[in-house]
């Protein structure tokens, strides 16, 4: 009965490849995030989507690109994964109408690491 | 968006009380929040306290506000090894739902 899952759990990949992370809630949110948290543990939002915008942090590469099959889902897709792109990425989801609607749970994180 | 800042790193004796002060530049949100992070463990939304409020107690956890100094602190009484982790302000931009969090600050725990 996991809110915010993530798939997978680790990811280590060479420099080049093409990769995606998974992210699913069951809360029934509208809104859903990914965040980038550096070696430093320094966690900074890369996208906010629900069904009616996209936000990009224009710092993101376009190399970055999320994708939302439903409500539930947001997945991540990187393309030629740089050495840079180790980190631990982290998905959120937030009821952005409701009263604490800006709350937001996050999942477990996806640990990847490129060589 | 807004800017966040935190202190890195505190230290604290096992049953002391630890506090963890965050300060922000602009917002007219209606929570300011923190989360917890373990070693090794996503964020685990820690409290929140509603911006029309001074204080928010709940057990060993104790919010405080002030707005006109935007100014944000976290206190834990009698800390334990447990509580050993990292602890994020996060404060949603201006009109908007994202979330800007501080850097974080870890909290050693010697026992």
């Known amino acids: 009965d996991t809110a915010v899952s993530q798939t997978p759990k680790y990811l280590v990949t060479q420099m080049g490849n093409d990769k995606s992370i998974k992210c699913e809630q069951n809360?029934?949110?509208?809104?859903m995030y990914w965040y980038k948290q550096d070696s430093k543990k320094f966690l900074k939002i890369m996208f906010s989507?629900?069904?009616?915008?996209?936000?990009i942090n224009e710092t993101v590469p376009n190399r970055f690109s999320p994708k939302s099959p439903d409500k539930a889902h947001l997945n991540l897709h990187i393309n030629s994964l740089e050495l840079g792109d180790s980190a631990v990425y982290f998905c959120?989801?937030?009821?952005?109408?409701?009263?604490?609607?800006?709350?937001?749970?996050f999942g477990p994180g996806t640990r990847l690491l490129v060589l | 968006g807004e800017d966040v800042e935190q202190s890195l790193f505190l230290s604290v004796r096992e049953g002391d009380s630890s506090v963890i002060n965050c300060t922000y530049t602009?917002?007219?949100?209606?929570?300011l929040y923190w989360y917890k992070q373990e070693p090794g463990a996503g964020l685990q939304l820690l409290t929140y306290?509603?911006?029309?409020?001074d204080m928010k107690q709940d057990q060993r956890l104790t919010v405080l506000l002030n707005k006109k100094d935007k100014h944000l602190s976290l206190r834990i009484a009698d800390t334990q090894t447990g509580d050993s982790a990292i602890y994020f302000c996060?404060?949603?931009?201006?009109?908007?739902?994202?979330?800007?969090f501080g850097k974080g600050t870890k909290l050693s725990v010697i026992p």
């Open positions: 989507y629900n069904n009616k915008e996209l936000i």
């Open positions: 959120a989801s937030s009821q952005v109408r409701g009263l604490a609607g800006e709350t937001q749970y």
């Open positions: 306290i509603f911006s029309n409020m």
């Open positions: 996060a404060v949603p931009w201006a009109g908007s739902y994202q979330l800007t």
């Open positions: 602009d917002s007219s949100s209606t929570y």
């Open positions: 809360l029934g949110h509208d809104t």
